[in-house]
């Protein structure tokens, strides 16, 4: 009990600074804003069977080998600076980030997406390739963090979860 | 005393003082001559018999003229005896010999004259008679006329012994062979058995089918009479009380998978998808929907098969039962996420009502009742088509559909959605832009190209104007933004598929499950009067008993294959609503091309084939039936280049079993209607390379085939040029005669869509224009006959 309420805090820390300025982004009220977007979320859940979250679990689970590869595969594309490829990456994992509402992944998937075309983060304006090379290692730190978060907290999550079930 | 005078002529008498004494032949010893042979000899002496018996011409011979006379009047002065018969044995004992009268030789002697000769038997040559000797054996070896005949005693036992083991041999042979036909037959008529069983069919010892759950009750319902040629029937006369219980006993999906390849990967592919239960479940839901809707109608049609792409091959709604049974124990969990939904559903629905009437309706759905058909949106779910790239993403929308109940196949890129659309029926498109091979619009370009109704609609983050434009540009309907919430997917469903709907959710029809049994009939008429769409679609499925005739096989498949498609396209119901109240006593089994018309023969020809010709049609039969319902996603897992080469065996079979029945080493295990897909596919010149060299590439086989050939690659271009294909599952093969075939090519080339199709009118779906695409491409092919 006492650990993950540890854990709680030790996630929801950060999430205070930014709760202030993304709170009206989020439809929800949860202390953990900002990671997940929980209306996505719910919706995910509630296509659970109402005890068992057999199936949003093997999703996410899905989800975080998918996301480990992708990540594998942006490094080897950063390293030949393969910018097409970086954004394709990019594109793939926002989908999959979107669809199970880890907002702060997918905001940096998009990114990468503009940064791979040489364009800026709105997608209006191109850059150098340069500027887009260091864009994107700098992104690709940031996302790594940003899934790290959304990763452990699902863990939690569906740990708790279980041992409600349990 | 006066000395006698023995005198002695040398071939005369003895004559002792002018007497004849005693008869003394010449020789020296004077008892050479048997007597037989002296007695003959005297006898020719005699002058006085000469007008009966006398010496021949030449006097080699002696002839007897008239054998009457010689019997009755000399015969006995000389041999004691009457007897002519015994005179020609003793003359033959002494190795005489008759002289044949042939027809036209000269008859010196008289017609009744008999010539006989022997060597040593001369005029005047008395002294030769004792030469002659009676017949022996050894005699007999000395004659050259019988010289063989001791030899032949002995060579004939050899001779015959050897025939006979000739004879022997040839028998033992024959036995075999006769065994062996015996079990290859057996082999065939037990496939025929499991397809049919497959089918629903069981086949009867008389040699007609009938479908498995008992005779329909219709007349139009009528057993398939397998017409075998009475050789087939005798043969397995003895056999065939055997069969019922094999039919019993057979499993057979192993068997049709190790024959029919092409068959089952339909349902492996699917099964890939990571809920292959929920898929099942999607399935029997919808059709434990569909059954509870049903009232007691005119037609007891068998019903469709549902579709085995979309899980385990269920072949007969019987087993569908079975399956619901099984889904039963699986029910509490899925409920409650289905709960979810309809509550979701509920809550929106209430926004248009009183909420009070609808969730009075809705407590009745316990999870016991939840698949008891009392889906609250749709009477017909949609057929949905998922085109979706990644893994994660394709799961949450597979999911979202299972719980609304709406049956789906799923494509990974748009080179597996334009394969899929081009076969089968479905009532939205849900396309995804971004993947690989083939993207979202590039897709929907090529199916616009044969599809101009099936609604598809855009899953996508890429919501600029400009891109918006694109996709309607390029036939797409709507836009679902991505990431989209189950909601909004929903909406999306309702808004393209209306017709699928309940039509009017009045207090009346949801007060209680029942109620919607029992108004199933109205519900029809509702939803098929109120909505115009339905209407023509309806009256093609009830014409479909009615107007199946002809010996048209093609257009029976086509028939067949667009009910079932509407069937399981959902997209009218009609038939689903017009058949039997209560699955499990349904006449079972599905009738494609085994129609349930009333001449109902379908006789297979097998008589004339070989077991090789025999297989292949079994096989092509039963890929008939099944391909309609295949998704062939063999077309979606194997790439480009594979479709085509498989169309080119396909084709390639196709034409080599039209243009006759012979026997040809070409034959593949590839189903002629395997065309199909490849047809369907379009290929897409200016998209596609790969493509492109299609016409050139396929091989022309011998000239009598070339013009069915060209058929083929001309209806493939045709179908790509815009027509329908998508509903009609041509298949040029299939006992055409290639008159017919060149009669439909061309009803395609000109735009005329057979029959088949107007029928259903301003049916949802399977109606289509041709698009307007040049022409050229199809002249050009067929130039090439």
Redo the contacts between chains.
Sequence with gaps: MTERDQTRTAVADPEDDRNGAETENEGEEFEDDGIIDHTTFDQLLEMDDEEDHEFSKSLVWNYFEQAEKTFGDMNEAMKKLDFPDLSRLGHFLKGSSAALGLTKVKESCEKLQHYGNRKDATGANTITDSEAEELIRALLIQMREEYDEAESYLRDFYEGQETQEA | MTASTVETHPSMDLVVNGLIVAPVLSGGSGAGAPDFVKKLYRMLEEKDHDPIVSWGRAGETFVVKEPNEFAKAILPKHFKHNNFASFVRQLNKYDFHKIKITEDSAKPYGDQAWEFQHPKFQVGKHELLEDIKRKTPNNKKLNPATAASPEDHMAVPDDYQTQVDQLLKTQADMQEELTQCKSKLDTQSRLMRNILKKLGYQSLDDGSVVSVHGKGSDSRDKSIKLTLSSKHSRSHGSNSKSRPEQISESHSPPLITSSMPMLPISSSSVSSS??PFGVNGATSDFFNGTSSMVTSTPFSHPFVCPDPSLGAPVFTLGQLTTKKQDFSSKR??????KA??RR?VTQKMSGERSSSDLSQAFPPTSSEDDNEGSNPIWSMPPRVLLVED????R??ST??LQ?LGCPFDVAEDGVAAVGKMSQQKYDIVLMDI?MPKLDGVSATTQIRQFDAMTPIISMT?NTTPNDIMNYFANGMNDILA??F??GSLLKMLEKHCQHLRHIKLGPGLLEDNNSISRSGEQQADRMFGGVGSGQGGMEFSMNYNGNNQGQNQNNRHNQNNQNNRMGMSLGLGGMLMLSNENPSSYPGGLKHGLDSNDDGNYDFGLADMSYDEMMDQMERFAATTQQQHSDHSAASSLSPDQIHHRSLHSQNNNTNNNSNNSNNSNNTPYSPLSLSPSQQYSPQQQHHPIRHPMPSSIPTPPSSNSSSMTLSIATSAAMGQGYDSGVMAYTPGFGHSQQQQQHHQQNFAHGNLPLSIKQEGGGYGPTFSPHHHPQNHLHHHQQHS
């Design positions: 990571p809920t509490p969990k899925l409920s409650a996420g979810a939904i979701s990644d893994d994660i993403c799961r949450l999911r979202f719980l971004m983050s991505k990431p919430s189950n």
